[in-house]
């Protein structure tokens, strides 16, 4: 049974989705993006209590689990090295 997932081409079941989940690097970084239709659109049932960083979810804490194995909380959260090159360039 395939519930609150992101098919491609569509899948019947609760709360699927199909749309480009917006990943940082479909090649490899299944991290969502802000623009992640992914983002909320999931179901406590069935979910892990952390993601695949370890990050609680769900994110915020009286909100919606994200789609996926990533709970979305932000690029500056998950990306330490992304910041450090941020703060870099502001100088
Ligand atoms: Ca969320
Ligand atoms: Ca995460």
Do not use: K
Request: some cysteine.
């Amino acid at each position: 049974m395939v519930t609150y997932c992101d098919v491609q081409d569509g899948y019947p079941g609760m709360g699927n989705i199909d749309q480009l989940p917006q990943f940082v690097d479909p090649e490899g970084d299944y991290h969502l993006t802000s623009q992640s239709p992914c983002i909320d659109s999931g179901t406590l049932e069935g979910a892990p209590a952390d993601d695949m960083d370890g990050q609680a979810r769900p994110n915020p804490d009286s909100g919606l689990v994200d789609i996926g194995a990533d709970e979305f909380y932000g690029p500056f959260m998950i990306w330490p090295q992304v910041q450090y090159q941020y703060q870099v360039q502001q100088q």
